[in-house]
């Protein structure tokens, strides 16, 4: 069965990076691009881009342009989202969720706080 | 690009119908059939319940409906049950190979 499974949760100051990995199994992972929604605490669902994991081409959204990359490793079913220059507005659960038709497979969502 | 707007709160009794309206423009909602509607419960992952504007995925309620007409969408619950009450999310595929989110409704059974 088609499993995603994201990394741990993170606390990060802000200015400072953070990468959260997903890693999926059960399918054949080049097939089907990625998505990464994040969701605020107590806000609504934010898509934030995806990566196809077959060509490696990416799509961010226009919000979050030159702050974020996606990247996979076709070698280890992963997929990987780098969010920088961290703000206390970054704070958020973040999901990655694969295409075929979006939302049909979540990760179970990585907890992101920034704090000084 | 905006977020799809949805009412922030509906509410009914058990056993009624409700409706959730998600409007965006032609260049999301109206330009694609790409919609999709997600339920949520607190501290969980969004669950899909409608994708392609009114199909349902394996296990989801027939009691779940969706349509769409010009830029908006609607999400239909009848017989409402108290494990509707949840928070409900539209999306719509969108210019340039993007992805928008609605608003969210939160979906209160009385």
């Known amino acids: 069965q088609v499993k995603l499974v994201q990394s741990g949760a993170e606390v990060k100051e802000p200015g400072a990076s953070v990468t959260v990995t997903c890693t999926a199994s059960g399918y054949i992972f080049t097939s089907y691009a990625m998505h990464w929604v994040r969701q605020a605490p107590g806000q609504g669902l934010e898509w934030m881009g995806w990566?196809?994991?077959?060509?490696?081409?990416?799509k961010c959204s226009q919000r979050l342009q030159g702050r974020v990359t996606f990247t996979r490793d076709t070698s280890a079913s992963t997929v990987h989202m780098e969010v920088r220059r961290l703000t206390p507005e970054d704070t958020a659960v973040y999901y990655c969720?694969?295409?075929?038709?979006?939302?049909?497979?979540w990760g179970q969502g990585t907890l992101v706080n920034v704090s000084s | 690009q905006s977020a799809l707007t949805q009412p922030a709160s509906v509410s009914g009794s058990p056993g009624q119908s409700i409706t959730i309206s998600c409007t965006g423009t032609s260049s999301d909602i109206g330009g694609y059939t790409y919609v999709s509607w997600f339920q949520q419960h607190p501290g969980n992952a969004p669950k899909l319940i409608i994708y392609y504007v009114s199909i349902r995925p394996s296990g989801v309620s027939s009691r779940f409906s969706g349509s769409k007409s010009g830029n908006t969408a609607s999400l239909t619950i009848s017989g409402l049950q108290p494990d509707d009450d949840a928070d409900y999310y539209c999306?719509?595929?969108?210019?340039?190979?993007?992805?928008?989110f609605g608003t969210g409704t939160k979906v209160t059974v009385l």
């Open positions: 969720a694969r295409d075929g038709i979006l939302g049909q497979y």
């Open positions: 999306s719509s595929f969108a210019t340039g190979s993007t992805y928008v």
């Open positions: 990566i196809d994991a077959g060509n490696g081409n990416t």
